[in-house]
């Protein structure tokens, strides 16, 4: 009978609650809309299996900031969080990836696309200080969750694990979902925002960039910001050597590691490890629900700073320089996504008469730099 009763303890079948219950319905259908929908599929399958992991009881498959436990003894999901996200290791590997993906060329040949880029961060302050005075997170949790306004998974765990790990579940969940609604988000709030004249603002020949910038650029522009704000230096630093390394013309086989077989290992433990956080006990809280609407907070309103500067831009230059102030949208990052979105709502509204994809990916690479500069300045103030 003790032998029995020995098993039946171990039994993880007995041991279900409701909360495990409704986790695997939370996972299993981040799993339906990356499958289904193509919403965001190569982070949110493991992030929706990750959380399915995280609740099977007695699986120890889950995986949290909590310091302690036998060394000997660490679960396998835990073993990879302390690895890759305590050590704030994974995140920066991925913008390596990222940068030796990323074509700077239609933000070098339109440099006022980098203030679309830039405006397009308002919404991560906005959420912030929302979060903070309305809803009651402290600085730091804040911080973590204002960042989902910029679009950029990698820096949201990036910041959310060094200010708010706790949040880290939540935080990652509404950036990546958000990120794949770019194309139900962006056209009401384009629509809103823009007359129909605005939108049949034609986009210009961009000028010819040489490769001497392209090879420049990511040097001089590390060691600026770098210098400026050095607590941004392991994203900004790591985008710019992957570009480097794609751009250089002397590094193809390192490029292409960098943006193929290494980017897509880290992206399966990133997502693994970000569902194993999503234990039902630490994420079915009042403030799950109240950072997933703050993140369409942030995602909105910097959706519409961008938009809204390129349209005061548009006070200043003369008639014959105008911007289609569509394409500010695309400054919230979500590369390429965002830049599609916006090409295709304005060739629809249009009937095809303007394409502003080169155009749109201007602001949309610069939202990657202002997202991990806004991340710094988190860092450097609340940090």
């Known amino acids: 009978m003790e032998v029995i009763q020995k098993l039946l ?10 909360q495990n219950l409704v986790m695997f319905a939370v996972g ?21 299996f990750g959380a399915i992991l995280a609740n099977l009881p007695l699986a120890a498959m889950s995986a949290s900031n909590a310091a302690g436990g036998d060394p000997a003894h660490v679960p396998l999901l835990q073993l990879i969080y302390d690895a890759g996200i305590r ?16 074509d700077f060329r239609p933000l070098l040949s339109r440099p006022i696309t980098f203030l679309l880029g830039a405006s397009a961060q308002v919404g991560i302050f906005i959420a912030a200080l929302v979060a903070h005075h309305v809803f009651g997170f402290n600085l730091k949790e804040s911080g973590a ?11 949201s765990i990036f910041l959310t694990a060094k200010m708010a790990p706790h949040l880290l579940g939540a935080v990652a969940v509404a950036a990546y979902s958000y990120m794949a609604l770019v194309p139900v988000i962006f056209p009401p709030i384009l ?18 960039v040489s490769r001497t910038a392209v090879i420049l650029f990511p040097i001089i522009s590390c060691v600026l910001a770098c210098l400026l704000i050095p607590s941004a230096a392991p994203l900004l630093g790591m985008l710019m050597f992957g570009n480097l390394l794609r751009e250089s013309g002397v590094t193809d086989r390192l490029g292409a590691a960098a943006a193929g077989p290494l980017i897509n290992i880290v992206t399966i433990f990133l997502g693994l490890v970000i569902g ?19 993140g369409i907070v942030a995602f909105s309103f910097s959706t519409a700073g961008g938009i809204l500067f390129a349209k005061l831009l548009n006070l200043i230059l003369p008639r014959d320089k105008r911007i289609n102030p569509c394409i500010g949208a695309a400054g919230v990052s979500a590369v390429p996504m ?11 509204e249009t009937d095809g ?8 990916m201007g602001p949309n690479v610069a939202g990657v730099i202002g997202s991990a500069v806004a991340a710094g300045v988190f860092l450097s103030l609340l940090g």
């Open 9 to 18: 303890d171990q039994f993880g079948l007995l041991h279900l609650g409701w």
């Open 28 to 48: 299993g259908t981040l799993i339906f809309l990356a499958i289904r929908r193509n919403f965001e599929p190569l982070l949110l399958v493991p992030i929706g």
């Open 276 to 294: 194993a956080t999503m234990e039902g006990s630490s994420f079915l809280q009042s403030r799950t629900i109240f950072i997933l609407l703050l």
């Open 191 to 208: 629509r809103l925002l823009t007359t129909r004249d605005e939108r049949h603002i034609g986009v210009k020949q961009a000028r010819e």
């Open 353 to 360: 008469e303007v394409n502003p994809l080169m155009a749109a």
């Open 338 to 348: 965002a830049a599609r979105v916006v090409q295709k709502f304005v060739a629809d």
């Open 87 to 102: 050590t704030e290791l994974l995140p920066p590997i991925i913008f390596m990836g990222v940068g030796a993906l990323t």
């Open 145 to 155: 969750i204002g960042i989902i306004g910029g679009a950029d998974g990698p820096t």
